[in-house]
């Protein structure tokens, strides 16, 4: 979770809105791209879940630019992906062959987690108090997010507590 | 904050149709990412682009790329990178492998296109070990490393892969990993825009083979970032003295940029070429040249 080039004191709602809809593309590519190695390992109930992790992140993305349009029209962005790295994107290695739905949730409670002290660090940094509103608002979204996947989680047979690494083989001589 | 300047191309313009096939959570997915951005950042349109690989997990890295692409063979990457810019110094040229591609097999490569300083930029896929063929000891495992060729621990002391480079007089050398990818996206991008020969050994953690402190929070954990620690990239001794710390540091950024690169081979070529053209005999008498008068 990084930021390079963001003066938060200074972060107007026009960049802040893009920040935010720039953080919920870069983590609905990652859970995109998440799908597709679960697909190409025939994993799909990870695929799928990922997936559904891809269709949220899309869905909040949107809200926050018709809502950044709205208010800002086709004004030019400040902001650039190249100033933001996994602040809601699980990291690149959360990714595992042949995870179970189980794991995969984990890994996507981790960043919702990640994402929600992003918004939390940042906070006392801003001075524009409608920044600062809508950095409070994503900060209990990612909450909301959280609780969602909680619930997914929920929705699970018991774990059965044996993992892959259980069954893998100590090195042997060739 | 200042916005950076559009470019003519996206990231997305780079990324091939054909799906990876790395094992899942693997580093290379997040350095095939920082290629296309620092493609795109570079602005030349893919046909523009050759992307020359040898073999392991990590060559397959063309084929993911939307350019001209070649998977040659073993440790061979360097060699016909070299072939092909010479040919067509046009083109921009990206060499690729992993480390036991690149220093292993194929090490005895590098030293000949730094002397000659082909205008090339070479990225290094490092992950201490072979992953494609499951697990053995690669030139950069670490010494002590248990693997199935080496069940009692390794004997060996690694290669030092930007040492390596140093010595020879590389006019680039950095260093990125998957834990910044707009950092390893940028030093791409700067590596290419070098007017000579750029080396870029990236950290890429091997999810299935690698050590828990090879991944990514053990990369985090161990990660300094050179221009925080000051370090001039013009001081070549200051980055021979970093470069020493690899394997217990991971410095991230530019090591070493020549602050006055030296004309590249392809250009001297050119030159060359431009020079004897000018007394050369017309094509259709060239076989003059070998009769004895």
């Known amino acids: 979770m990084t930021t390079r080039g963001i003066d938060f004191k200074a972060l107007s709602l026009k960049d802040a809105l893009d920040l935010a809809v720039l953080v919920e593309e870069e983590a609905k590519e990652r859970y995109e791209d998440f799908a597709a190695q679960m697909d190409q390992h025939r994993t799909p109930d990870a695929a799928r879940f990922f997936r559904y992790m891809a269709l949220n992140e899309a869905k909040h993305g949107e809200a926050l630019a018709a809502r950044r349009a709205e208010l800002f029209g086709s004004a030019p962005s400040a902001v650039t992906r190249a100033m933001i790295f996994d602040i809601e994107a699980p990291d690149f290695d959360a990714a595992r062959a042949f995870m179970s739905p189980r794991q995969a949730m984990k890994a996507a409670l981790a960043s919702e987690v990640k994402a929600h002290a992003f918004f939390v660090e940042a906070l006392p940094a801003l001075k524009d108090a409608a920044v600062k509103a809508l950095f409070e608002e994503l900060r209990d979204e990612e909450v909301q997010h959280q609780d969602l996947v909680q619930a997914e989680l929920a929705k699970l047979p018991p774990d059965s507590g044996l993992s892959d690494e259980d069954f893998v083989d100590e090195p042997t001589a060739q | ?293």
């Open chain 2, 1 to 293: 904050m200042s916005a950076n300047a559009t470019c003519e191309f996206q990231a997305k313009d780079y990324k091939s149709d054909l799906k990876p096939i790395w094992c899942p959570g693997c580093g290379d997915y997040s350095v095939v990412q920082g290629i296309y951005r620092a493609l795109a950042a570079v602005g030349r349109p893919p046909h523009e682009v050759a992307f020359i690989s040898g073999i392991g997990c990590s060559s397959r890295i063309p084929g993911y790329t939307t350019a001209y692409g070649f998977n040659t063979v073993h440790g061979r990457a360097l060699p016909i990178a070299q072939g092909i810019k010479l040919a067509n110094p046009d083109l921009l040229v990206l060499a690729a492998g992993g480390d036991g591609d690149g220093f292993s097999i194929g090490g005895g490569h590098i030293a000949h296109l730094i002397r000659r300083n082909i205008d090339i930029t070479y990225l290094v896929m490092d992950n201490q070990i072979y992953g494609l063929t499951k697990g053995q000891l690669s030139p950069t495992s670490q010494k002590g490393r248990t693997t199935c060729t080496s069940p009692y621990g390794s004997l060996e002391n690694p290669v030092n892969p930007l040492l390596y480079v140093l010595a020879y007089g590389a006019g680039f050398v950095a260093q990125a990993s998957p834990t910044d990818l707009a950092g390893m996206a940028a030093i791409i991008e700067e590596a290419i825009r070098f007017p000579g020969f750029a080396f870029v050994n990236i950290q890429s953690p091997c999810v299935t083979y690698g050590e828990e402190v090879q991944q990514i929070k053990g990369l985090k954990a161990i990660s300094e970032n050179l221009a925080s620690l000051g370090h001039n990239p013009a001081d070549r001794l200051a980055a021979m003295d970093l470069a020493q710390h690899y394997g217990e540091k991971l410095h991230l950024g530019v090591f070493y940029r020549n602050p006055e690169p030296a004309p590249t081979y392809d250009a001297l070529i050119r030159e060359r070429q431009a020079a004897l053209s000018k007394d050369a005999p017309p094509k259709e008498r060239i076989l003059d040249l070998f009769i004895k008068k």
